[in-house]
């Protein structure tokens, strides 16, 4: 069974619409963290957000906020007014575990998202 | 710039050769990752290293072999390759410690195995 699933493979968007990129996920740990990624075309992988599984509250950083919900295991991410540099593919990650050690992210297949003007 | 570099960032190499991929972090990170990223699948992490120890190893083929000689350094040597190991390799590195979260990629190595 999938650990992060990712239902939109591709989504076009009107320059400053804002954008929800689904991702849930699957884990009986009770401590994990949820991430974000964003990667351009250049390839390199670049983190916007993380939620860890504790959290209280939303998190946001700067357009990206992610809209958090623990018994959906839901874990969207929300882009406002977005850009056409925010074209790209996003990526939902998990990371299993309360964190202090080097664990490795389990990834979804990503959505590619295109802003257009 | 993240702090994390790869050298080549293209690599085409025949099934008999042998050649190594090369990672830097210079964000005083302790524990670095490689994670392979084929067309059309999800990323796969292949190996963890905390404090130069590799901690994890996801069922790599024995032609993947890892070295990290210290913690700013991490290397995927290569050797006798299929062309079904052609993909974007990257690596990652993070400050392990409690609270410490993100990873910090570096921009890949795209291989192509002929």
Same mark, same amino acid.
């Given at each position: 069974a999938q650990k992060i699933t990712q239902t939109q493979p591709g989504m076009f968007v009107q320059e400053k619409e804002a954008v929800t990129l689904d991702c849930t996920y699957d884990t009986s740990d009770p401590s994990y963290g949820l991430f974000w990624y964003k990667q351009p075309s250049s390839g390199e992988m670049i983190f916007l957000i993380y939620q860890g599984s504790y959290d209280q509250q939303n998190a946001t950083e700067g357009r990206y906020s992610l809209n958090f919900q623990k018994a959906r295991k839901s874990a969207n991410l929300v882009i406002s007014?977005?850009?056409?540099?925010?074209s790209a593919m996003y990526f939902c990650a998990m990371r299993e575990g309360s964190g202090g050690g080097a664990d490795g992210l389990t990834f979804g297949k990503g959505t590619h998202l295109i802003i257009q003007p | 710039e993240t702090g994390v570099t790869q050298t080549p960032r293209h690599l085409v190499m025949g099934m008999t050769n042998k050649k190594s991929l090369k990672c830097e972090q210079?964000?005083?990170?302790n524990a670095m990752y490689w994670y392979k990223q084929s067309a059309k699948k999800p990323l796969e992490l292949m190996f963890v290293y905390n404090f130069k120890e590799?901690?994890?190893?996801?069922?790599? %083929?024995?032609r993947f072999s890892p070295e990290c000689p210290n913690s700013s350094h991490l290397f995927l040597h290569l050797h006798t390759?299929? %062309?079904?190991?052609?993909a974007l390799y990257l690596c990652a590195s993070s400050q392990d410690e409690q609270g410490a979260y993100e990873q910090y990629f570096g921009p890949g190595t795209r291989l192509t195995v002929t």
């Amino acid at each position: 069974a999938q650990k992060i699933t990712q239902t939109q493979p591709g989504m076009f968007v009107q320059e400053k619409e804002a954008v929800t990129l689904d991702c849930t996920y699957d884990t009986s740990d009770p401590s994990y963290g949820l991430f974000w990624y964003k990667q351009p075309s250049s390839g390199e992988m670049i983190f916007l957000i993380y939620q860890g599984s504790y959290d209280q509250q939303n998190a946001t950083e700067g357009r990206y906020s992610l809209n958090f919900q623990k018994a959906r295991k839901s874990a969207n991410l929300v882009i406002s007014a977005s850009q056409l540099g925010d074209s790209a593919m996003y990526f939902c990650a998990m990371r299993e575990g309360s964190g202090g050690g080097a664990d490795g992210l389990t990834f979804g297949k990503g959505t590619h998202l295109i802003i257009q003007p | 710039e993240t702090g994390v570099t790869q050298t080549p960032r293209h690599l085409v190499m025949g099934m008999t050769n042998k050649k190594s991929l090369k990672c830097e972090q210079h964000l005083g990170h302790n524990a670095m990752y490689w994670y392979k990223q084929s067309a059309k699948k999800p990323l796969e992490l292949m190996f963890v290293y905390n404090f130069k120890e590799q901690t994890e190893n996801n069922s790599v %083929p024995s032609r993947f072999s890892p070295e990290c000689p210290n913690s700013s350094h991490l290397f995927l040597h290569l050797h006798t390759l299929q %062309p079904e190991d052609s993909a974007l390799y990257l690596c990652a590195s993070s400050q392990d410690e409690q609270g410490a979260y993100e990873q910090y990629f570096g921009p890949g190595t795209r291989l192509t195995v002929t």
